[in-house]
């Protein structure tokens, strides 16, 4: 059942967040709602250990993403 949740934003966030349901092709809510989602999700594999890597397409490199605000691991490795 949902819950009607109340947030205070930054501007620029609020502007990011239209900007990311326009190109999803759906509302504010339901982009919201999956960044919590995907937030959850990478927050969650990060914590268990897993490495989250991002990989360049043409040189093949990897960069671990480490997000700051994160308990657990926090070095960067390339």
């Known amino acids: 059942m949902p819950v009607k949740v109340t947030v205070n ?3 620029h966030t609020v502007e990011a967040l239209k900007q990311m349901a326009s190109d999803m ?3 504010i ?9 995907s937030e959850y999700y990478l927050r ?3 914590l ?3 490495n989250l890597l991002i990989q360049d397409p043409q040189t093949k490199s990897t960069e ?6 994160w308990r657990g691991p ?5």
């Open 44 to 46: 969650s594999q990060a």
């Open 29 to 37: 809510t339901e982009a919201l709602r999956q960044v919590i989602d």
């Open 9 to 11: 934003l930054p501007e």
């Open 64 to 69: 671990r993403v480490v997000f700051s605000s």
């Open 48 to 50: 268990a250990g897993k």
């Open 25 to 27: 092709g759906t509302t």
């Open 74 to 78: 926090q070095q960067t490795q390339r």
